[in-house]
């Protein structure tokens, strides 16, 4: 995950006001990175190596070991000898529905490219080329769609808004 969004507020959310009484700034500096450094791993884990954790952060073994374990901000898995965070792992959650969502516009597109004669048919009708339709379609509609459209509409309606988007395109 490139990003992760937390909130405006969360320094002052108990848990976490009572660990900057104990560290101050600091101490919300070093949860704040490992909020990042869990959100760089793929499985959105840390292990429960809190010397690495330290080492990386350039503070002593203890801090990270308290914030980690003493302020109720993590949910660690002693079985599984790691530590996570609830709101980034939710995070992933809606990323994953979208990425799925992409995929079903993927297709999409990729069933209109492989069907030759709806390419040949839309180019002629269009006064234009095969070639250009399918720029159309990989380029400009896909972006459209993906900045339009939290959720990507079904396939009949993708239909109708690639027409539309196709005569929109050649017009200019």
């Given amino acids: 995950m490139k990003t992760f969004r937390h909130s405006s507020n969360e320094r002052n959310k108990a848990n976490v006001i009572k660990l900057r009484m104990k560290y101050g700034a600091a101490g919300y500096g070093v949860y704040m990175m ?95 080329s095969p070639e250009r339709i399918r720029a159309i379609l990989l380029t400009s509609f896909r972006a459209k769609i993906l900045a339009e459209h939290i959720r990507i509409p079904d396939p009949d309606r993708l239909r109708g808004l690639l027409s539309a988007h196709i005569t929109d395109i050649l017009r200019e």
């Fill in 34 to 128: 490992i909020l990042e450094r869990l959100a760089e791993d793929p499985q959105l884990r840390a292990e429960l190596d809190y010397d690495v954790l330290a080492y990386d952060f350039h503070v002593e073994t203890d801090m990270i070991r308290h914030i980690v374990e003493d302020f109720d901000l993590f949910i660690i898995d002693l079985d599984g000898e790691n530590f996570h965070h609830e709101e980034i792992d939710r995070q992933l959650t809606s990323k994953a529905k979208r990425a799925q969502q992409e995929k079903l516009l993927d297709e999409f597109i990729n069933s209109k490219i492989a069907n030759k004669q709806w390419i040949e048919n839309t180019a002629r009708a269009n006064h234009d």
